[in-house]
C-alpha cells in the first residue's frame, strides 16, 4: 500500500507562488504514476498536472499550463506542484494522486492512492 500526504498549501496574494509537496510512504514510488488534482467547494475533482513514473513525461490541464510546474524525486519518494502567477481560481483543495503504472491520467478514477489534500486559497 501506498500513503502519500500533501503539505504546503496556505494563503497566498493572487499572482504569488507556492510549492505544494506530496510525499509518499509505505512504497517508493518508482513504479507509479503520480498526479495533482483540486477540487473547490461546489466542483467537481478536476485534473491539474501529471506526471508519469520516470518523471520524463508531464502533462497539464489548461488552466494552469504555464503557470504551474511538475516534478518528482523518486530516490526521495516526493513530488511537488510549484505554482506560479497564482489566481484566486486556484483556490481549492488540492489532492495528490498515485496510481500503479507508468503513465499518469487525467481522470480521477484512474488512481488507487489518494492523500488527504492541502488547501490552497488565493486572495484577489
Known amino acids: 500500500q501506498v500513503h502519500l500526504e500533501e503539505s504546503g498549501g496556505g494563503s497566498v496574494q493572487a499572482g504569488g507562488s507556492l510549492r505544494l509537496f506530496c510525499a509518499a510512504s509505505?512504497?517508493?514510488?518508482?513504479?507509479?504514476?503520480m498526479a495533482w488534482f483540486r477540487q473547490a467547494p461546489g466542483k467537481e475533482r478536476e485534473f491539474v498536472a501529471g506526471?508519469?513514473?520516470?518523471?520524463?513525461?508531464?502533462g497539464y490541464a489548461d488552466s494552469v499550463r504555464g503557470r504551474f510546474s511538475l516534478a518528482r524525486d523518486n530516490s526521495k519518494n516526493t513530488m511537488y506542484l510549484q505554482m506560479n502567477s497564482l489566481k484566486p481560481d486556484d483556490t481549492a483543495v488540492y489532492f495528490c494522486?498515485?496510481?500503479?503504472?507508468?503513465?499518469?491520467?487525467?481522470?480521477?478514477?484512474?488512481?488507487?492512492?489518494w492523500g488527504q489534500g492541502t488547501q490552497l486559497t488565493v486572495s484577489s
Open positions: 509505505g512504497h517508493t514510488l518508482n513504479n507509479y504514476a
Open positions: 494522486a498515485a496510481r500503479n503504472s507508468p503513465f499518469y491520467d487525467a481522470l480521477p478514477n484512474a488512481y488507487t492512492y
Open positions: 506526471i508519469n513514473w520516470r518523471g520524463d513525461s508531464t
